[in-house]
T-cell receptor, first 115, second 113 residues
């Protein structure tokens, strides 16, 4: 039973390029959450998605960031025109029905470095 | 402003002793609270969940308490082992928050053999 999978594990982008981070939830999970962890900071919620729906994007920066979770395939976090301040670890988590089961299972993260 | 505070100093503890970590929060009314373990370069791993109407939860050598009056949770590792060395994260589950979690910065534990 594979856990949450994220790829790539490490991503290097130059300023101005686009970054695409992928997340495949655990089998049987249809709820996905993205968090960002800056150096020496705690995990910060970014966005919560179900299949084909964005449920809560209150933690997403208003510009350059977008997320999707299509009917087929992984969830994607997309950062356009990256800047140095985007360098961080991005974690994806998944869960079953959050109305009944609150545990979130995290992936290994994608470490984004912007040069 | 809203805050979740965990001790920023690492807790160094002798093997076999009980490690106790504190999580204090202000201006939150969580429906539940979770504790996670995070190792360097890895994602958080779920350990325990405690709901607002529960005082204490146990799982093997782990124990969590939750005091909504004090706005505090305590996390205990009994009979600590070197393999317990990690950073432990406190996370608040917000009511009507779509299950999104608000995390503390974490508290590192080092178990000395």
């Amino acid at each position: 039973n594979a856990g949450v999978m994220q790829n790539p594990r490490h991503l290097v982008r130059r300023r101005g390029q686009e970054a695409r981070l992928r997340c495949s939830p655990m089998k049987g999970h249809s709820h996905v959450y993205w968090y960002r962890q800056l150096p020496e900071e705690g995990l910060k919620f970014m966005v919560y998605l179900q299949k084909e729906n964005i449920i809560d994007e209150s933690g997403m920066p208003k510009e350059r960031f977008s997320a999707e979770f299509p009917k087929e395939g992984p969830s994607i976090l997309r950062i356009q025109q990256v800047v140095r301040g985007d360098s961080a670890a991005y974690f994806c988590a998944s869960s079953r029905d959050p109305g009944r089961d609150y545990e979130q299972y995290f992936g290994p993260g994608t470490r984004l470095t912007v040069t | 402003s809203q805050k979740i505070e965990q001790n920023s100093e690492a807790l160094n503890i002798q093997e076999g002793k009980t490690a106790t970590l504190t999580c204090n929060y202000t201006n939150y009314s969580p429906a539940y609270l979770q504790w996670y373990r995070q190792d360097p370069g890895r994602g958080p791993v779920f350990l325990l969940l405690i709901r607002e109407n529960e005082k204490e939860k146990r799982k093997e050598r782990l124990k969590v308490t939750f005091d909504t009056t004090l706005k505090q949770s305590l996390f205990h590792i009994t009979a600590s082992q070197p393999a317990d060395s990690a950073t432990y994260l406190c996370a608040l589950g917000l009511p009507y928050g779509n299950n999104r979690l608000a995390f503390g910065k974490g508290n590192q534990v080092v178990v000395i053999p």
